[in-house]
């Protein structure tokens, strides 16, 4: 078992460090079909389970340079497919069957809302630029709690650092990232007292929506 584990951690930093394909296609072969299983454990989904399991696989190539400071990367695999599985379940729950009044016929609805989306799209890309700007190790934590759903526990395991230090780096991003976010949006000064007044609410918002998407 520490074999593999230390297999593991050489192939990880053979990926992150030196962009070793050969590494990566190790990597896969090593994990893929104990990933894919694990992925049917949540969705009961054979197909679907392999397009998560490859995204994930694909998102951790296309990362890598930011990757490299997890120390147990199978753990980190894992909570990943898991919490892309839980998406996976969260999305297709926008598809509510509906009884059609006074018949015994029923109807899909999607209560998706392309409007919320974009916006959260246009949240999300400040929030990128943001991030560059925070330090590895809370660029990490922060990625791996807003990506990838972590709980601290989790991401503590992966970093091998106390759940105490992930909250306090947490904690820290955030603020860091608040104070960027609200610049941004005052970079365009109001002209006068109401718009400054409807800008404060604006801000209030954009916090409290950071604080939403977090805890």
Excluded at 131 to 147: D, G
Excluded at 199 to 214: A, E, N
Aim: net charge positive; aromatic share 10%.
């Amino acid at each position: 078992m520490k074999n593999h584990k230390a297999d593991i951690t050489s192939l990880w930093s053979g990926i992150c460090i030196d962009d070793d394909l050969k590494a990566f296609e190790v990597l896969f072969h090593l994990l893929h079909v104990k990933l894919i299983k694990f992925c049917v454990f949540y969705i009961h989904q054979k197909e679907p389970a392999e397009e998560i399991v490859s995204d994930v696989f694909v998102k951790c190539w296309e990362s890598r340079k930011i990757l490299h400071h997890i120390v147990n990367p199978e753990t980190y695999m894992f909570v990943a497919v898991k919490n892309q599985s839980l998406n996976y379940l969260k999305k297709y729950s926008n598809i509510h069957i509906v009884q059609i009044e006074n018949s015994n016929e029923v109807e899909f609805i999607n209560i998706y809302d392309p409007q919320k989306e974009l916006e959260k799209k246009e949240l999300n890309f400040l929030m990128d630029k943001a991030i560059a700007s925070l330090s590895p190790q809370s660029s990490i934590i922060f990625r791996l709690i807003k990506e990838d759903g972590m709980k601290y526990k989790e991401v503590a395991e992966i970093l091998n650092i106390s759940p105490r230090t992930v909250q306090t780096q947490l904690f820290r991003a955030m603020k860091k990232l608040a104070v960027i976010l609200i610049a941004h949006r005052n970079s365009s000064k109001p002209a006068d007292k109401k718009v400054a007044a409807g800008q404060h609410i604006t801000d209030l918002g954009l916090l409290l929506i950071l604080l939403k998407i977090f805890f």
